[in-house]
C-alpha cells in the first residue's frame, strides 16, 4: 500500500508519500514548498488571493506526483491559518474541485498527530549523536555560574523568569487514538515536550512517549513567527523595541510551561528547528549539513543564544544568504528562533532535539492502526 499526506500550514505546504512494508514505511518522498498562505491574514483574519492562488498551484503539482506515484490512500489536511480564517472555502472550494477534500485540523488534533510524529520515532528514543560541537557548549554551561543578563543593545535575555503565572493546559479530554477520557496527567515518568512552531500558530504537546494519547497535556497559541512578524517585528532587521516587544509578549504567553513536571527531553519539529541546526552544523560543521545528520541532533540555549544575535542583526536578503538556511524561510527564521529560544527558558532546559518530522508523519503512521495500537485509523473525512 501506498499512502500520501498533504500539509497545508500558514508557511509551507508538505507532501510525505510512503509504501507500507510488513511492520513500517517506506519513504518514497517528503517534499516542501514556502508558500506563505498567512501572508497578510491579520487582522480581519482572511486568506488573500495572491497567497491562495500561489498555494493553489504547488499543490496541483503535487497532486499530479501523487496520482504518477500510484496512491492507494490519500490524506490532506490543513492546520492553523485555515482553521481560523473567515473565508476559508477561498482555498478549500478549489481544491474540492481539484477532488482534493481536506479536513481542517482542530488545535488539539495539530499538537496530538505532532506528538505522534515524535513519540513514534525511533530515533528519538535513542540518544542524541555525539557531536563535539553540542558536548563544547554544553560543558560551557555546566561551568557557568549566572545567567545571561538583559543587554541594553537589543540583545537578546535568555534566562529564566522569576515570576510565573498560572495558565494551565487543557482540560479532560477524548483522544483520537481510542484512549478514553482521562485527567491531566500529573508527575509523569519520562514525559516529553514536543513544540511545533509554525508561520501561524504554535503547538505545546506533553507527555509519556505513547502510542496512545489519552494522557497527553496540549495547549495551542494562535499565533506563529509568520504573524509575529507582520503585528510586532515588521521592520528589516528588527529594532530593538521590536524584539523587546516580542519578547516579553513571549514570555507572558510561555508562563504555563513553567508548571510543568521537567520533561526527559524536548523536541521541536518543523521548518523553524530544522534550519537551526543545519545553520548551526553550516556555520561550524559543514561537512556535516544534511538532513539525515540534523535529525535527532541536539542544539543547545546558548547555540540558539548565538545564532539569535546573529539573525536578529541581519537583514532578510542577508538571512537568507546563511549557510542551511532555507532562502523562503529568511523573513521568519529570527522569530521562529526567538520562540524556540523562549519558550525553552520558560520551561527550564538547557537544551533541544531536533526532529525533521512533523504532523504530516503523525498522520501517515495513523493510517495504519496494527502498526500503532491504535483502535481507530486516522480519517481525514471526519
Request: one cysteine or more; a negative charge; proline letters at 8%.
Amino acid at each position: 500500500m501506498k499512502a500520501a499526506v498533504l500539509d497545508i500550514g500558514s508557511n509551507s505546504v508538505l507532501l510525505l508519500v510512503a509504501e507500507r512494508t510488513a511492520d513500517s514505511w517506506r519513504i518514497l518522498t517528503d517534499q516542501a514548498a514556502i508558500t506563505r498562505l498567512g501572508e497578510g491574514f491579520d487582522p480581519d483574519r482572511k486568506l488573500k488571493p495572491k497567497a491562495v492562488q500561489r498555494t493553489l498551484r504547488v499543490i496541483e503539482e503535487y497532486l499530479l506526483q501523487v496520482r504518477q506515484m500510484g496512491v492507494d490512500k490519500f490524506a490532506a489536511v490543513a492546520t492553523a491559518v485555515v482553521r481560523r480564517a473567515t473565508n476559508p472555502e477561498a482555498l478549500l472550494q478549489p481544491l474540492q474541485a481539484m477532488g482534493c477534500p481536506v479536513r481542517v485540523l482542530s488545535e488539539r488534533e495539530e499538537a496530538e498527530l505532532s506528538f505522534l510524529a515524535v513519540a513514534l520515532d525511533p530515533a528519538m528514543l535513542a540518544p542524541p549523536p555525539n557531536d563535539a560541537h553540542t558536548l563544547e557548549e554544553e560543558e560551557e554551561i555546566a561551568h557557568s555560574t549566572h545567567e545571561p543578563q538583559p543587554q541594553t543593545n537589543g540583545e537578546i535575555y535568555l534566562g529564566r523568569l522569576l515570576e510565573k503565572e498560572c495558565v494551565p493546559f487543557s482540560r479532560t479530554r477524548h483522544s483520537t487514538n481510542g484512549g478514553h477520557t482521562s485527567e491531566l496527567i500529573g508527575e509523569a515518568p519520562s514525559a516529553w515536550l514536543v513544540i511545533d512552531i509554525g508561520g501561524g500558530s504554535v503547538e505545546f504537546a506533553y507527555g509519556p512517549p505513547s502510542r496512545d494519547t489519552a494522557r497527553l497535556r496540549w495547549r495551542s497559541l494562535p499565533v506563529g513567527a509568520m504573524s509575529l512578524r507582520e503585528q510586532l517585528a515588521p521592520s528589516n532587521p528588527p529594532d530593538a523595541d521590536e524584539i523587546g516587544a516580542v519578547s516579553q509578549w513571549l514570555d507572558r504567553q510561555f508562563r504555563f510551561l513553567s508548571l510543568l513536571p521537567p520533561p526527559e527531553q524536548v523536541v521541536t519539529v518543523g521548518g523553524t528547528g530544522v534550519n537551526l541546526a543545519l545553520l548551526w552544523r553550516g556555520l561550524h560543521a559543514p561537512e556535516a549539513l544534511s538532513l539525515e545528520r540534523v535529525h535527532g541532533s541536539r542544539l543547545t540555549q546558548l547555540m540558539l543564544h548565538k545564532m539569535l544575535r546573529l539573525l536578529l542583526s541581519l537583514s532578510d536578503s542577508e538571512r537568507a544568504r546563511l549557510p542551511g538556511v532555507e532562502p523562503a524561510r529568511a523573513p521568519i527564521l529570527h522569530l521562529g528562533a526567538l520562540i524556540l529560544a523562549r519558550a525553552l527558558s520558560a520551561v527550564n532546559q538547557s537544551s533541544v532535539r531536533i526532529s525533521t518530522y512533523g504532523l504530516r508523519y503523525g498522520v501517515l503512521w495513523s493510517m495504519a492502526p496494527e502498526s500503532l495500537g491504535r483502535s481507530e485509523p486516522f480519517d481525514p473525512s471526519e
